[in-house]
């Protein structure tokens, strides 16, 4: 059985120290400016195009200032809540389950640093999903990325994941930092947790995967950039410079066309009415 229901929450992750990127500043990563907008504000608005109507976001670190920025700004078009990560020193995996409650079949989860096109979230919510698996965005077009060294490799075989690391030597993806999941997700988390008192969303992902649980969505040419780190906060702004607050300008005219072009090519076809 399939996963047909779309995709109406989201968990965002914005517990951590974020320390590469705000090293001596008095805000949290969340709330870097890119392009004069918190990163954290764009994901939100991002969310919200693609039919997300409810945010739950992860906070420990500097959490009050989050939450007051977060509650100042009344034009996301979505409704939003916070849960504390009082381990936010931990692994992201253990953000995750501070909002294990909130997490039901068909909820996307998302990182506060990763800017990505809206395409990715469509193609999550279309995707072809057994019922208790997981999903990850994947983009296979490696030699693009920004900063491979610190990208978080994929590996996959007929459309699932086999396994997932920083370094892993042999892959054929990159993980985007966008996610389709459900309670599935956090029993795995659960299970590394009660072993070694943390645990990441990549452990998560391995667990499932040794169980053929969790799929790779091809994000195709759908951009993306994790800001990490001050290097990747410059190429973020020039991202958007050259292909807008969506990053997505080009992909939205080709997605028209493309429609223009199915639309045009279904009314040449005669009806059976017609050949008659």
């Not at 976001?57 to 989050?66: A, C, F």
């Not at 809206?118 to 019922?131: K, S």
């Not at 491979?148 to 075989?157: F, H, L, Q, S």
């Not at 997932?164 to 999941?181: H, M, Q």
Request: aromatic letters at 6%.
């Amino acid at each position: 059985m399939l996963e047909t229901k779309p995709m109406k929450r989201a968990v965002v992750l914005a517990a951590g120290l974020g320390s590469r990127l705000v090293s001596g500043e008095v805000f949290p990563k969340p709330l870097k400016l890119v392009a004069g907008t918190p990163l954290l504000l764009r994901i939100l608005r991002t969310l919200a195009s693609e039919g997300i109507r409810e945010a739950v976001i992860v906070t420990g670190y500097l959490q009050d200032v989050i939450r007051d920025a977060i509650a100042a700004d009344t034009s996301l078009g979505l409704s939003v809540s916070f849960v504390t990560n009082t381990q936010f020193q931990k692994k992201n995996g253990v953000s995750l389950l501070a909002a294990r409650e909130f997490v039901e079949p068909n909820t996307l989860l998302t990182m506060a640093d990763h800017l990505y096109a809206p395409a990715i979230v469509r193609r999550l919510n279309a995707f072809d999903l057994p019922e208790g698996a997981a999903a990850l965005g994947v983009d296979r077009a490696i030699a693009r990325c920004f900063d491979i060294d610190d990208a978080t490799k994929v590996r996959t075989e007929a459309g699932r994941i086999t396994d997932i690391s920083k370094e892993l030597d042999a892959y054929d993806a990159l993980d985007t930092g966008v996610f389709r999941i459900g309670p599935s997700l956090i029993e795995a988390l659960d299970h590394v947790y009660a072993k070694q008192d943390d645990c990441s969303l990549s452990d998560g992902v391995r667990t499932l995967a040794q169980r053929g649980m969790f799929f790779a969505c091809d994000v195709g040419d759908a951009r993306w950039i994790d800001v990490d780190t001050p290097e990747a906060h410059t190429q973020a702004e020039i991202m958007l410079r050259n292909f807008g607050d969506t990053l997505d300008r080009d992909l939205v005219r080709q997605e028209q066309r493309a429609t223009r072009g199915r639309s045009t090519a279904f009314q040449g076809i005669a009806s059976p009415a017609d050949a008659e």
